[in-house]
């Protein structure tokens, strides 16, 4: 990979400049994680396919060839996407999805606890495509704290004292996730605890 996008820098140098930069920029940061390169892998990626199609045009490959190239880079995608490593990355998170999905298509929804799970993990506005507040509770205490200011839990364990909560579906795939519902309304007065709360991040103290 790294030769092909070497060939394709040769041949189009200002994007083998842009991941080049995005690289190194990112390397003298401490604290490193994959999203912050995301930029210069796909420039990579392209880089890469610029690198094939010049080592096709030398060999003079013609279109039979090339479907060959092709139909073997399908070929290992797909092996690959198969292997458990893969497998388990394609179900990741695939119970907050479907659950939020969920949520975001009922009209009644006004709040949401993640009981032992983490707002990441979850499509957040994205999916729910309401704007609701998500509480975040690891403990009983919060998640009763928070009860009246939700009607949904989306919890990565069974509840032992759901209390009004009923358990309304079960995602299997990937990690189980539980998805409860409960009848009613909610209250607003935790609103200034909501995780990605606009106001809060914004700097403003709701209790100065």
Not at 40 to 63: D, F, K, Y
Not at 105 to 131: E, K, S
Not at 179 to 194: I, M, S
């Amino acid at each position: 990979m790294v030769g092909l996008a070497w060939m394709g820098a040769r041949r189009m140098p200002l994007l083998g400049i842009l991941a080049a930069s995005v690289l190194f920029s990112h390397s003298l940061v401490s604290h490193k994680e994959y999203r912050f390169v995301y930029p210069a892998l796909v420039l990579l990626v392209l880089l890469a396919g610029i690198g094939i199609s010049e080592t096709l045009n030398r060999l003079q490959v013609r279109a039979p060839g090339a479907l060959g190239c092709v139909l073997c880079f399908a070929i290992t995608s797909a092996v690959l996407a198969v292997q458990p490593a893969f497998r388990s990355l394609l179900a990741k998170n695939q119970g907050e999805i479907l659950s939020f999905g969920a949520i975001g298509a009922d009209a009644g929804a006004c709040g949401v606890i993640l009981w032992q799970d983490y707002w990441w993990q979850t499509p957040g506005y994205t999916g729910l495509h309401r704007d609701i507040p998500i509480y975040q509770a690891g403990f009983d205490v919060r998640l009763r704290r928070y009860g009246p200011g939700a009607n949904y839990i989306v919890a990565a364990s069974h509840l032992d004292s759901p209390g009004e909560f009923a358990l309304a579906r079960t995602f299997t795939r990937g990690v189980p996730v539980y998805l409860y519902r409960r009848p009613g309304g909610c209250t607003r007065e935790y609103l200034a605890e909501r995780v990605l709360n606009p106001i809060r991040d914004a700097g403003f103290n709701p209790n100065p």
